[in-house]
């Protein structure tokens, strides 16, 4: 079946360095990084950063693409008290706001949505301040189940608002926010909602997440997100939360901006895969045939693809041969790559909404942003060859040919082995409506907000905006058109009526200075136009019937101006937040320690002794993990992901053998050396070259020399380069 085409009428967002759509895309353009050290004001560094990557308890690296502040929230715009507040999870106020700001860029007043079949799917995944609450039962009261249990986060949009389509929560790890916005097509394919709000959160509030993936072995020992280059080794967390506003493109109103459509989406999983963590090329590649197909298009259409960016050189390589595999080699031109992640760091849940906003951003601007952190291309890639192209500058879109739109895939995944893929493409030429294009000498605009800061703070903002966009495509009847008709009107209101920018400019700067006169109007203007300013200053009245044959279109005005404060529960300090909630745990049973391998004499014997006595420390050690018995261990004729390891238990596995052996092995040793007895073999051959022991050289030898002297990310590229050719020398024999 089909997918509508679904048009993006709306962005809101909340990401590192950008509060808006107009923001983001200056950071993108400018090819900046906006992650940085995590502050003091966050968590305590002393309490939590260790770089050594197993030590338990610790946080690895100390970057991070963070919010400037998660602990504030506008009473006034939630109707909340401050108590209830203090209690609900950031994320949810977080995601809150964008909802707002993406309906007020998609120009739907939020009163026009009452009682609409107007749904919201949103994606989460961790949930940081559940547990931080927890640390504390008798913190936990009834605020506490309203303000944290997850579902909330999508229910507390669709109560505030008063929308009565689906409101629901989609958890499957990163790919959450993307499942989300499939979902939310979906049902407005159905013809469930007329009107979707689909988007997803992530905040780093705890350190509980950081640990946990630090101990995973997925954060970035370099403290960045390498997507796509050689030098990737993981990512750097990021947080925010974004928000599109979607209607079928059959419903879109000329008066509507459409940043652009959606054709199709798909979501599936790896199945059974070699561990649950792995990528899988074939899961990946069937996931962008689905959407395409849906959509109706030739994934060989496709111009330009945004990675998931999880700098990891297989995930990587995963993401990229699969694309190549679904477009095909019939291309006349390459396939542009990307990665938000690269300027903001990995978003976990809102990685998707992060990844899709970008995106839709560039098929509006007609312009793809550059890649940043990309010095060297992944070399276990050959880009020409699967029809690909670093996007590394930022570039006009090139055109296609005439009748063939602009067009661009998603493609999201996540530890769990979720896919999801979605195919957008540049919005069709809408035909300009009657009056439109009439020159007008009368141009009102009215601003209006909750509370009279928030009146003067929105009007500095349309100010800065109009100088903004002085000389620019930007019609100011525009400008006039979607203040007036397509905003919520709040209280606290102002209206200036002139006859071009300069006047309502300097009627901006008036008011500012003189927030007590709310009416500021240039003489010789019809009356008709000065009763309509006096009307919506008395009681909020829009007289659309005083300005007959005058339309426009909507434009991204500056998003509300919240008047956050302070709400946070105040006893759960960084200082608390950045210790364990209790230093002493129950005695437990451990699992038997392994029974000798420090006694061992590794470097004694022939080398078939001593491979055998590694072979009994390599079992023991696996056991160990497993927490089994060593003579229970069946390993012969399987890998150690047959025998249930996984790529966390490699981790543990390669610090337990660095600690037996008094020299470093990497994890991407175990991953080339997958079953017992060839572990063992090359752990000797290591042991054997860092002793100096000599032995005939050989291409594995030789490997495992150059390996010993490098750090884990230069040995996963070389591994990868020897991996290639050897596949290489199969296929050519």
């Not at 900046?32 to 305590?44: F, G, K």
């Not at 499939?182 to 709000?197: F, I, K, P, Q, T």
């Not at 602009?406 to 493609?411: C, D, E, F, L, S």
């Not at 042991?687 to 230069?714: C, F, N, T």
Request: glycine share 10%; charged share 20%; proline share 5%.
């Amino acid at each position: 079946m089909r997918h509508e085409a679904i048009a993006v009428v709306g962005i809101g967002l909340r990401f590192p360095g950008a509060e808006c759509p107009r923001t983001l895309w200056r950071l993108l353009c400018e090819g900046l990084d906006a992650t940085r050290e995590i502050p003091t004001s966050r968590w305590e560094k002393g309490l939590l950063h260790e770089p050594t990557p197993d030590t338990p308890g610790k946080v690895r690296h100390w970057r991070a693409g963070l919010l400037e502040d998660v602990a504030s929230a506008d009473p006034q715009a939630f109707r909340l008290s401050k108590r209830e507040l203090r209690q609900m999870d950031p994320q949810h106020r977080v995601l809150f706001e964008c909802a707002w700001h993406a309906l007020e860029d998609a120009g739907i007043p939020l009163d026009s949505l009452r009682g609409s079949r107007t749904g919201v799917f949103v994606g989460v995944n961790f949930n940081d301040f559940q547990r931080m609450l927890a640390r504390d039962w008798a913190a936990l009261d009834g605020y506490s189940l309203l303000g944290t249990t997850p579902s909330f986060a999508a229910n507390r949009i669709s109560h505030a608002f008063d929308l009565r389509g689906p409101s629901t929560c989609s958890s499957v790890g990163c790919a959450s926010s993307t499942t989300a916005v499939h979902e939310a097509c979906r049902s407005l394919m159905l013809g469930e909602v007329d009107c979707a709000l689909a988007g997803g959160v992530e905040l780093m509030l705890s350190p509980d997440s950081s640990i946990m993936l630090s101990q995973a072995g997925v954060l970035s020992a370099r403290g960045e997100c390498r997507t796509l280059d050689a030098g990737a080794d993981g990512y750097i967390r990021g947080e925010g939360a974004g928000m599109l506003v979607l209607k079928p493109l059959s419903r879109v109103d000329p008066s509507d901006r459409v940043y652009a459509v959606i054709r199709g989406s798909a979501v599936n999983h790896n199945g059974r895969n070699e561990w649950i963590m792995a990528p899988s090329i074939e899961a990946q590649t069937d996931v962008i045939r689905q959407a395409c197909a849906r959509g109706g298009v030739e994934a060989a259409s496709l111009d330009y693809v945004e990675l998931h960016g999880s700098a990891f050189l297989k995930g990587d390589a995963a993401e990229a041969i699969a694309i190549g595999e679904a477009l095909g080699g019939s291309r006349s031109k390459p396939c542009r790559l990307g990665a938000i992640s690269n300027n903001l760091g990995y978003l976990g849940a809102a990685a998707g909404i992060a990844q899709l906003i970008k995106v839709c951003l560039a098929l509006y601007h007609r312009t793809l942003p550059p890649t940043i952190h990309v010095d060297s291309p992944n070399p276990t890639l050959d880009f020409g060859q699967l029809g690909l192209q670093i996007q590394s500058s930022l570039e006009a879109w090139s055109d296609r040919g005439a009748g063939s739109p602009k067009r661009a895939g998603v493609v999201s995944t996540s530890l769990g082995g979720s896919n999801a893929f979605v195919v957008l493409e540049s919005a069709p030429e809408f035909p300009l409506m009657q009056g439109l294009a009439a020159a007008s000498s009368s141009h009102l605009l009215v601003l209006s907000a909750l509370t009279p800061e928030a009146l003067t703070q929105q009007s500095q903002q349309v100010l800065d905006f109009l100088s903004e966009k002085a000389d620019s495509a930007v019609r100011l009847g525009d400008v006039c058109f979607t203040a007036f008709f397509k905003r919520q009107h709040h209280r606290h209101r102002a209206a200036m009526l002139a006859g071009g920018r300069e006047g309502l400019m300097r009627m901006l700067k008036a008011f500012i200075g003189s927030p007590g006169q709310t009416l500021w109007v240039e003489e010789g203007h019809p009356i008709q136009w000065v009763e309509a300013a006096r009307t919506y200053l008395e009681d909020g009245r829009v007289c659309r019937e005083a300005f007959p044959g005058r339309e426009g279109r909507c434009v991204s005005l500056p998003v509300y101006p919240f008047q956050r404060q302070r709400l946070w529960p105040e006893w759960l300090s960084p200082e608390v937040v950045s210790r364990a909630p209790s230093r002493a745990r129950p005695a437990v049973a451990e699992a038997p320690l392994p029974r000798g391998g420090t006694g061992m004499d590794l470097r004694a014997g022939t080398s078939q002794a001593r491979e055998a006595r590694l072979l009994e420390l390599v079992q023991e050690q696996v056991a160990a993990v497993l927490e089994v018995e060593a003579s229970e261990l069946d390993w012969r004729g399987r890998t150690l992901f047959e025998l249930g390891m996984s790529s966390v238990a490699l981790v543990m596995l390669a610090g337990r053998l660095t600690r037996e052996l008094g020299s470093s092995v990497p994890t991407t040793f175990l991953f080339e050396h997958p079953r017992l007895d060839a572990l063992a073999a090359g752990l000797r051959g290591l042991l054997d070259l860092r002793a100096g022991v000599a032995r005939a050289p050989d291409g594995d030898s030789a490997l495992v020399e150059r390996i010993s002297g490098l750090s884990e990310a230069q040995a996963r590229e070389l591994i990868a380069r020897k991996l290639a050719e050897l596949e290489h020398e199969e296929v050519g024999g």
